[in-house]
């Protein structure tokens, strides 16, 4: 499995971003893609995800109602873009990004991730 994101960013309080992942080489038709971030200092924390099987979402409580997790499926069924839309952006957000994947139809904690993309920035000032 390849995890690829891009749209790293800088943003101010209350304004948005976009995060995209490419993610391809699944095997099973059943898997999940999240993302997950870790602050400095601070543990990781599951984001969203989302499942191939019926595209049920999670959201942590900390970004309910102001991020919101989505996923294109190439016509072959061989590459999925998972965008991850960040929107009233807080400082807290400050954290580096990763794009995450799992087989199953469940999302995991996330050290249960087997699948990491490199990670992207993202920093919202004040």
């Known amino acids: 499995v390849q995890l690829v994101e891009s749209g790293e960013g800088l943003a101010q309080a209350g304004g948005s971003l976009r995060l995209s992942c490419a993610a391809s080489?699944?095997?099973?038709?059943?898997?999940?893609i999240g993302w997950v971030r870790q602050a400095p200092g601070k543990e990781r924390e599951g984001v969203s995800c989302?499942?191939?099987?019926?595209?049920?979402?999670?959201?942590?409580?900390s970004v309910k109602g102001r991020f919101t997790i989505s996923r294109d499926v190439s016509s072959d069924n061989v590459k999925n873009v998972v965008y991850l839309q960040m929107n009233s952006l807080k400082p807290e957000d400050t954290a580096v990004y990763f794009c995450?994947?799992?087989?199953?139809?469940?999302?995991?904690?996330?050290?249960?991730?087997?699948?990491w993309g490199q990670g992207t920035q993202v920093t919202v000032s004040t």
């Open positions: 989302i499942s191939s099987r019926n595209g049920n979402t999670y959201y942590a409580d």
């Open positions: 995450t994947a799992e087989y199953g139809i469940l999302c995991p904690s996330p050290e249960e991730y087997d699948y």
């Open positions: 080489g699944f095997v099973h038709d059943d898997f999940v």
